[in-house]
């Protein structure tokens, strides 16, 4: 099934800021400073850029679209603004996919500027997401004290160990990989090294989760510059297609922390049925192909109940699929490469979206995965992207 676009479109364009957790920067400046780095990556000009797709909109200290856009000098003629979750990153993707290759624009800039530091997130923004009609929009139940999305993932993490078994010296395993990941990464902003007697020295935040299981609140700016196939070809890096792509599930089943059938939130208990993801057969791959997989590792459930949703293992086996560095760079299965959300920086995934680009580009330095041509996004809400050499 070919991607349902007139022409495939490519990443040819990535950057981020210096990646902070002093407070010292705006968002708009850390965007501002990823869109400047992405031009010069991809030897384009702001003229070039005439789509424009933001996730600065929101209370992290955000500007909206039209601002960004003046404040960049930019021109464009397709414009879309998202909050900051992460889990609209793949949506901002799809839709400069879209854009493109519907004609709406020649070169879209999807961009990130975070300033969770700056902003205060902690003491603003989670009260403000916790207090919307019905709650927020991690699943927050404030008249029941749920008020911060990582009592949500405890929840769910603890639903899921006590079903089928599990410890947090197992769950250790991710944070630590990703701190592996992020000390080979010169941009990460934990570089201390990590490992499982240092990780069971943290403190509990929401039992069973401790510290290094819970992202970073750091600021800084991502960009992805997407443009047709066809252009992409006279720029100077190789193009980085998107292949595929398929959307978020959301209802009465969904929790974005955790799998259906746990139970969790509105969910039923069970064990669903296997699902079908046609982000496969619209890239022409099969799982067996992909070389890396990048997820949104706000917490380290969310590694489990991706891996498990997507088929890497089944259900209830995840935590055994990351023991023995299977995850880690040289393992079947390298995942987030850069270090991640947990290690490198929150920059609402979108640094994970550069991080593949440059993995597939073959430019990851001492994080590179060997043989590297295919690599899929993917997350527990089941939205994927996956992205190979041409």
């Given at each position: 099934m070919p991607l349902p676009l007139r022409t495939q479109v490519a990443a040819v364009g990535v950057g981020v800021s210096e990646f902070n957790r002093d407070g010292s920067r705006s968002a708009l400046a850390h965007a501002a400073d990823a869109f400047t780095a992405a031009l010069d990556d991809a030897a384009l000009s702001r003229d070039d850029v005439d789509g424009l797709i933001t996730h600065l909109g929101s209370s992290m200290g955000g500007v909206d679209y039209d601002r960004l856009a003046e404040s960049l000098g930019l021109h464009v003629r397709y414009a879309m603004q998202t909050w900051t979750h992460g889990r609209f990153i793949t949506s901002s993707l799809q839709l400069g996919a879209t854009a493109v290759g519907m004609g709406l624009?020649?070169?879209?800039?999807?961009?990130?500027?975070?300033?969770?530091?700056?902003?205060?997130?902690?003491?603003?923004?989670?009260?403000?997401?916790?207090?919307?009609?019905?709650?927020?929009?991690?699943?927050?139940?404030?008249?029941?004290?749920?008020?911060?999305?990582?009592?949500?993932?405890?929840?769910?993490?603890?639903?899921?160990?006590?079903?089928?078994?599990?410890?947090?010296?197992?769950?250790?395993?991710?944070?630590?990989?990703?701190?592996?990941?992020?000390?080979?990464?010169?941009?990460?902003?934990?570089?201390?090294?990590?490992?499982?007697?240092?990780?069971?020295?943290?403190?509990?935040?929401?039992?069973?989760?401790?510290?290094?299981?819970?992202?970073?609140?750091?600021?800084?700016?991502?960009?992805?510059?997407?443009?047709?196939?066809?252009?992409?070809r006279d720029l100077p890096h190789p193009p980085i297609v998107i292949g595929g792509m398929q959307g978020i599930r959301c209802g009465a089943e969904e929790f974005i922390f955790a799998t259906p059938g746990l139970g969790v939130w509105q969910q039923t208990v069970g064990e669903p049925a296997l699902e079908e993801h046609p982000v496969y057969a619209m890239a022409g791959v099969s799982r067996e192909d992909v070389d890396s997989l990048q997820t949104y590792d706000a917490f380290s459930p969310n590694?489990?109940?991706?891996?498990?949703?997507?088929?890497?293992?089944?259900?209830?086996?995840?935590?055994?699929?990351?023991?023995?560095?299977?995850?880690?760079?040289?393992?079947?299965?390298?995942?987030?490469?850069?270090?991640?959300?947990?290690?490198e920086a929150h920059v609402g995934a979108m640094n994970h979206m550069v991080e593949i680009v440059r993995q597939l580009r073959g430019d990851a330095g001492q994080r590179q995965v060997s043989g590297c041509e295919v690599i899929q996004w993917a997350t527990p809400w089941a939205d994927s992207l996956i992205f190979h050499r041409e």
């Amino acid at each position: 099934m070919p991607l349902p676009l007139r022409t495939q479109v490519a990443a040819v364009g990535v950057g981020v800021s210096e990646f902070n957790r002093d407070g010292s920067r705006s968002a708009l400046a850390h965007a501002a400073d990823a869109f400047t780095a992405a031009l010069d990556d991809a030897a384009l000009s702001r003229d070039d850029v005439d789509g424009l797709i933001t996730h600065l909109g929101s209370s992290m200290g955000g500007v909206d679209y039209d601002r960004l856009a003046e404040s960049l000098g930019l021109h464009v003629r397709y414009a879309m603004q998202t909050w900051t979750h992460g889990r609209f990153i793949t949506s901002s993707l799809q839709l400069g996919a879209t854009a493109v290759g519907m004609g709406l624009a020649d070169v879209v800039a999807c961009i990130v500027g975070i300033s969770f530091v700056a902003a205060g997130a902690l003491g603003g923004d989670t009260d403000e997401e916790g207090f919307r009609q019905g709650g927020g929009s991690h699943g927050e139940t404030p008249h029941y004290g749920m008020t911060a999305p990582g009592g949500g993932a405890a929840m769910a993490a603890r639903v899921y160990f006590e079903r089928y078994g599990g410890t947090t010296e197992q769950l250790a395993a991710i944070p630590v990989a990703f701190r592996r990941h992020a000390r080979l990464n010169p941009q990460s902003l934990m570089n201390e090294p990590m490992d499982l007697e240092a990780y069971l020295q943290q403190p509990f935040i929401v039992e069973p989760l401790r510290r290094p299981d819970f992202s970073l609140v750091s600021d800084g700016g991502a960009c992805v510059l997407l443009t047709s196939l066809e252009r992409a070809r006279d720029l100077p890096h190789p193009p980085i297609v998107i292949g595929g792509m398929q959307g978020i599930r959301c209802g009465a089943e969904e929790f974005i922390f955790a799998t259906p059938g746990l139970g969790v939130w509105q969910q039923t208990v069970g064990e669903p049925a296997l699902e079908e993801h046609p982000v496969y057969a619209m890239a022409g791959v099969s799982r067996e192909d992909v070389d890396s997989l990048q997820t949104y590792d706000a917490f380290s459930p969310n590694v489990l109940f991706t891996l498990e949703r997507f088929g890497f293992c089944g259900r209830g086996e995840a935590l055994a699929f990351v023991q023995g560095g299977r995850i880690e760079l040289g393992g079947a299965l390298p995942m987030n490469t850069s270090g991640g959300l947990l290690s490198e920086a929150h920059v609402g995934a979108m640094n994970h979206m550069v991080e593949i680009v440059r993995q597939l580009r073959g430019d990851a330095g001492q994080r590179q995965v060997s043989g590297c041509e295919v690599i899929q996004w993917a997350t527990p809400w089941a939205d994927s992207l996956i992205f190979h050499r041409e």
